[in-house]
């Protein structure tokens, strides 16, 4: 599982998306006090999807797109470069043995927007809050 989460962090640097936040992208949960705008990515759900005669890895991976401004011009502008990296993306997934998991697809799923309070440094502050989820499917065999 690590070198699918290092594949779509790879995916992501020197581009868009990572500039338009700063480079401040983190697996799980961000750090306390962090500057916004930010994205987090997890894996939601990791399962078995085995044939007869290939091993693979069935995947649902979130991303959450956190944004202060009251706008929506910055979230939907890191969201439209995400989806432009990650919509049927062709990833390179490598084993670190000479080898590579072969990517299947990378399909976006779902788009929730949510408004949420949080407490900053300054105090509570209303933060956009956007989940897209991924379906990732990826031959490990």
Not at 67 to 96: A, H, V
Not at 130 to 135: L, Q, V
């Amino acid at each position: 599982m690590n070198n699918i989460l290092a594949a779509i962090y790879s995916n992501m640097l020197e581009t868009e998306v990572y500039d338009r936040v700063g480079g401040r992208i983190y697996l799980d949960q961000a750090p306390d006090g962090i500057e916004f705008p930010y994205i987090v990515y997890f894996i939601v759900t990791g399962n078995p999807d085995n044939t007869f005669s290939e091993k693979m890895e069935s995947i649902i991976l979130q991303f959450s797109i956190f944004s202060l401004q009251p706008g929506p011009t910055e979230i939907i502008g890191i969201y439209y470069y995400l989806k432009t990296l990650f919509d049927d993306c062709d990833l390179t997934i490598s084993r670190g043995e000479g080898t590579d998991n072969v990517l299947i697809w990378c399909k976006r799923q779902n788009l929730t927007t949510m408004v949420d309070e949080v407490t900053t440094p300054s105090g509570t502050a209303t933060v956009k809050h956007w989940a897209i989820d991924y379906s990732i499917l990826v031959r490990t065999d």
